[in-house]
T-cell receptor, first 111, second 114 residues
Framework: KNQVEQSPQSLIILEGKNCTLQ??????????LRWYKQDTGRGPVSLTI?????NTKSNGRYTATLDADTKQSSLHITASQLSDSASYIC??????????FGAGTILRVKS | SQTIHQWPATLVQPVGSPLSLECTVE??????LYWYRQAAGRGLQLLFY??????ISSEVPQNLSASRPQDRQFILSSKKLLLSDSGFYLC?????????????FGEGSRLTVL
């Protein structure tokens, strides 16, 4: 069964600190992996998309890594800001149109 | 540039009443369109997707239906709402074709069924 598991479920960090969110998946065959940021009550916004041949991709202070062998991905946030408070969703795509969504990690950045 | 509009943003409906959520996309042609539902603490669940006018695929049996009367319009409906239909509904679009197509979401519609 295709599944995406994210950890931790929630996380609180101080402003300016770094953090890393984890994503493990069992989706096969694998096409691509995406990270989305979802502010409370809003639609998700794409941060990165990585295919199986890509190991890392950055978007500003966000850096995603992918290990297709171990089926793991991480999202690293550098020098966190209050505006980073959101839910971060890992999404894995097998070939085709149907995406498999993780439940998300809720990040709260406090001053 | 492309934009996606979804409305209403929030609505409270009694059990047994009808539902219509509307989504429109601007700035692109022949998009793939999607309706998702998001429950608290769970991943997004795909309800319907469409690759063209009048072409609707349903992912899960449920009390809802979808229609695509125009190329860039996608409507989610119900004839009689159930309590279990409460949730956060998201419309999304992607460019047609296969491959790593980016998925763009609307702002969502919060439905509360009482």
């Amino acid at each position: 069964k295709n599944q995406v598991e994210q950890s931790p479920q929630s996380l609180i960090i101080l402003e300016g600190k770094n953090c890393t969110l984890q994503c493990n998946y069992t989706v096969s065959p694998f096409s691509n992996l995406r990270w989305y940021k979802q502010d409370t009550g809003r639609g998700p916004v794409s941060l990165t998309i990585m295919t199986f041949s890509e190991n890392t991709k950055s978007n500003g202070r966000y850096t995603a890594t992918l290990d297709a062998d171990t089926k793991q991905s991480s999202l690293h946030i550098t020098a966190s800001q209050l505006s980073d408070s959101a839910s971060y969703i890992c999404v894995v795509s097998p070939f085709g149109n149907k995406l498999v969504f993780g439940a998300g990690t809720i990040l709260r950045v406090k001053s | 540039s492309q934009t996606i509009h979804q409305w209403p943003a929030t609505l409270v409906q009694p059990v047994g009443s009808p539902l219509s959520l509307e989504c429109t996309v601007e700035g692109t042609s022949n998009p793939n369109l999607y309706w998702y539902r998001q429950a608290a603490g769970r991943g997004l669940q795909l309800l319907f997707y469409s690759v063209g006018i009048g072409q609707i695929s349903s992912e899960v049996p449920q009390n809802l239906s979808a229609s695509r009367p125009q190329d860039r319009q996608f409507i989610l409906s119900s004839k009689k709402l159930l309590l279990s239909d409460s949730g956060f509904y998201l419309c999304a679009w992607s460019a047609s074709g296969t491959g790593a197509r980016e998925l763009f979401f609307g702002e969502g519609s919060r439905l509360t069924v009482l």
